[in-house]
């Protein structure tokens, strides 16, 4: 197995951030590198709070993760270092805006008792409905394993 250095592995995963965004695919054609290996480093570069889209292109290949990323590194900016970042990240200044607006509207919505209320119902009958259909999945398969053993045991009847 092939180890690569730190180096390697962030300059592989810098290819796959903005500006560039290419797709793990070219990636690992151009390199030889495989592409889960890849997409194990594109992980943990995430989790250690790089923002990469999930998706390589435009402003809508980033998830709701890596846009609430964008927008919290971006508040302390002023404007001329937010318009850097978002060139150097392949965005324009009104994504973040539009994405900010669209959480801020996410988080003032009022929710009422009723909405609650209804939503606690539906997840108790899907909930029912899981557990019914559990249920006779685990019984069928039990039929199923009986038959064949029975079969096994005493054999097919060939006089029918």
Same mark, same amino acid.
């Given at each position: 197995?092939?180890?690569?250095?730190?180096?390697?592995?962030?300059?592989?995963?810098?290819?796959?951030?903005?500006?560039?965004?290419?797709?793990?695919?070219?990636?690992?054609?151009?390199?030889?590198?495989?592409?889960?290996?890849?997409?194990?480093?594109?992980?943990?570069?995430?989790?250690?709070?790089?923002?990469?889209?999930?998706?390589?292109?435009? /402003?809508?290949?980033?998830?709701?993760?890596?846009? !609430? %990323? &964008?927008?919290? =590194?971006?508040?302390?900016?002023? $404007?001329? @270092?937010?318009?850097?970042?978002?060139?150097?990240?392949?965005?324009?200044?009104?994504?973040?805006?539009?994405?900010?607006?669209?959480?801020?509207?996410? /988080?003032?919505?009022?929710?009422?008792?009723?909405? !609650? %209320? &209804?939503?606690? =119902?539906?997840?108790?009958?899907? $909930?029912? @409905?899981?557990?019914?259909?559990?249920?006779?999945?685990?019984?069928?398969?039990?039929?199923?394993?009986?038959?064949?053993?029975?079969?096994?045991?005493?054999?097919?009847?060939?006089?029918?």
């Amino acid at each position: 197995m092939a180890r690569y250095s730190d180096e390697t592995r962030e300059r592989m995963v810098r290819k796959m951030m903005p500006p560039h965004n290419r797709s793990v695919a070219s990636i690992s054609r151009e390199t030889g590198i495989s592409a889960p290996t890849l997409y194990a480093w594109k992980r943990r570069f995430q989790e250690h709070g790089y923002v990469i889209p999930k998706k390589a292109g435009t /402003a809508e290949g980033w998830d709701g993760k890596a846009r !609430l %990323a &964008a927008i919290v =590194k971006t508040a302390s900016m002023n $404007e001329a @270092e937010r318009s850097a970042w978002c060139r150097k990240h392949g965005l324009y200044p009104e994504h973040l805006d539009a994405w900010k607006a669209e959480f801020e509207s996410l /988080a003032s919505r009022p929710v009422s008792r009723r909405e !609650l %209320a &209804a939503e606690r =119902k539906k997840r108790r009958q899907l $909930e029912k @409905e899981l557990r019914r259909k559990e249920k006779a999945l685990a019984e069928a398969a039990a039929l199923l394993t009986l038959s064949k053993k029975a079969r096994a045991i005493w054999g097919t009847d060939e006089e029918d």
